[in-house]
């Protein structure tokens, strides 16, 4: 039973172990359909992802029952939170060589040492034609174009709003239709000038009925944000293959300004957004940092936005990390969301309401500005942990009183004597006179005592608070040190948030802010303050460090999270020692 249980277990292991493989594989493979007729053609689709560099190419099998008539690839490369991804996408187009149900081997490509495998695909070839006729379409042939009768092959670009406003998202697609085969296609797309645009990989295809003959049309498309006012023309697409080159029209588009007088906090934001916010604690203690997630969602130019305004909250400190980018593009409309995370550490106790956050954008379906806002979040901050009560030691040939923590324990020294001393010889017998009398004399003392001990704390709140420059410059390390805590939890943002830190550590120290400073000026401003020279010398290399390895190619932490913690931590604690 023992042994039944040990293997079963490892079974359990070794499927978990295998699932996680396959979760996380970065080859996928597709094809455009299942069953075809024996005169088609198959579209197989590669898509490989790497977390960095170029996507390496797979390796075909060989199709025993399918002949490669075309094949074509393209790349992408997008850049979230400095992490640079690269997806390669391999199309081959496949001739059955005979009718059958046929299998497409696994597909395999290697990455860091590692080979993965694709599924096996069965495909169901039937003689002739496709296995279901082509539908009827009499939308799109009345749609279609006139000079497309009489010809094998034509092709046009067009765009679904001629008249957009200035930064609106419109769509370009390219539509090539052919009444006979044609392979080795290589598709050119126009240069988009005045145009920010982003082309979507996938591509469809339908059967239409125009011209009275049956055509497959082929739909490529492109997600268009204009860029600049008045009249735009895009320039014509070319598709070569070698049946001949063909060339779209170019196509002109009117980009409206957008209407006057925007609100004063608009940034340029065209779309459809929605915001909201959500604290992974809201109840905190004072230099305790918390998280604020902010998500804005919605259809629009989402790689470009700007970010919102963030609120400003007396005795805070907030350290902003980039935005997580989720970008999707289907049916040519771009959408999908920004989350942000700020690192807010709070500095007074008491109870506070953040406010809401506030986004500005201009909607081009009601053709005016429009607000979205999250709900106000409230937090409770208490004060932060006391120190504990030091040992008390009673030392002479008195009684040895340890303290720990509440608990109090007696040790007692014991000592041999010959004889008992007299009564007046003895301490407790003056004790037990003078006593009451301490007693009498503290009683009528208190209460000056607490006259004069609120009198010096009323002074000393009085002054810092006219002195709030000199309470953050006394408490700079101490903030620095827990926002530096929780980047050794979060290692992500570990170039980022450093720098932030050490230029908040900074300003608080010199009561002005440091960024934007030129190399010069902030040397300057360090010796002032009783830096020496090799020491500022060193804060201008580490902050360099922070900022090249934010902007690396690649966006990879070179740098060990904690030994880069450690290093700053000295950097600061040589800076408190130094500083005036």
Not at 124 to 147: C, K, L
Not at 223 to 245: C, E, K, M, R, W
Request: hydrophobic content about 40%; overall charge negative; glycine content about 8%.
């Amino acid at each position: 039973m023992k042994f039944r249980n040990t293997t079963l277990a490892l079974i359990l292991c070794l499927l978990l172990a295998w699932s996680v493989v396959q979760a996380q594989s970065p080859l996928t493979v597709s094809v455009d359909r299942n069953a075809l007729g024996s005169d088609e053609t198959l579209l197989l689709t590669v898509e490989v992802t790497a977390n960095s560099g170029n996507a390496p190419q797979p390796t075909l099998p060989v199709f025993d029952h399918f002949n490669v008539v075309g094949q074509s690839s393209s790349s992408q490369i997008s850049m979230i939170n400095g992490a640079v991804t690269a997806k390669g996408i391999y199309q081959y187009r496949l001739q059955p060589t005979g009718v059958g149900s046929f299998t497409i081997p696994p597909i395999s490509v290697t990455m860091d040492g590692q080979t993965y495998n694709s599924d096996p695909i069965t495909v169901e070839v039937t003689q002739g034609a496709a296995p279901t006729p082509p539908p009827a379409a009499p939308d799109n042939a009345a749609n279609a174009p006139t000079q497309l009768s009489g010809q094998d092959f034509f092709v046009e670009g067009v765009v679904d709003n001629p008249r957009p406003y200035l930064g609106q998202q419109i769509s370009y697609t390219f539509r090539f239709y052919q009444a006979v085969e044609a392979y080795g296609l290589q598709y050119n797309a126009p240069k988009f000038t005045g145009f920010w645009n982003q082309q979507q990989p996938e591509q469809s295809q339908k059967m239409i009925q125009a011209a009275g003959r049956t055509y497959r049309l082929t739909e490529l498309k492109t997600v268009l944000f204009p860029t600049v006012v008045g009249a735009t023309t895009i320039d014509p697409a070319h598709l070569q293959s070698p049946n001949g080159s063909f060339d779209t029209q170019p196509v002109t588009v009117d980009v409206q300004p957008l209407p006057a007088n925007p609100p004063a906090d608009f940034s340029g934001a065209v779309g459809e957004f929605t915001i909201t916010a959500t604290l992974k604690n809201a109840a905190s203690k004072v230099n305790d940092p918390l998280t604020l997630l902010v998500t804005l969602n919605g259809y629009g130019n989402i790689n470009n936005l700007t970010d919102p305004t963030w609120p400003q909250l007396p005795n805070w400190r907030i350290f902003q990390s980039k935005a997580t980018i989720n970008a999707t593009a289907e049916g040519g409309r771009l959408g999908g969301s920004r989350i942000y995370e700020l690192l807010m550490v709070p500095g007074k106790a008491g109870d506070y309401t953040l406010p809401p956050i506030t986004y500005r954008y201009f909607d081009p379906q009601t053709g005016e500005y429009r607000t979205a806002q999250t709900e106000p979040l409230p937090l409770v901050i208490a004060p932060g942990d006391e120190q504990a009560p030091m040992p008390v030691v009673v030392g002479g040939d008195k009684e040895t009183v340890t303290q720990f923590g509440n608990d109090i324990r007696y040790l007692k020294v014991l000592s041999l004597t010959s004889a008992p001393a007299p009564l007046t010889e003895r301490p407790m017998y003056w004790l037990a006179w003078l006593l009451p009398l301490f007693w009498y004399w503290l009683a009528w003392l208190l209460p000056l005592f607490w006259l004069g001990g609120n009198f010096a704390w009323q002074r000393r709140q009085l002054y810092l608070s006219q002195n709030s420059g000199l309470v953050r410059s006394s408490q700079a390390r101490k903030v620095a040190r827990k926002a530096l805590a929780a980047v050794r939890e979060k290692p992500q943002t570990l170039y980022e948030t450093t720098e932030q830190i050490l230029q908040s550590y900074l300003a608080d120290k010199f009561n002005q802010p440091v960024v934007g400073l030129t190399h010069k000026a902030l040397a300057q401003l360090l010796t002032e303050h009783g830096a020496e020279a090799e020491l500022a010398k060193q804060v201008q290399d580490y902050l360099m460090e922070c900022h090249m390895g934010r902007y690396a190619l690649g966006g990879k932490i070179s740098a060990d999270a904690e030994q880069w913690v450690a290093k700053m931590e000295q950097v600061i604690d040589n800076l408190e020692g130094q500083l005036k």
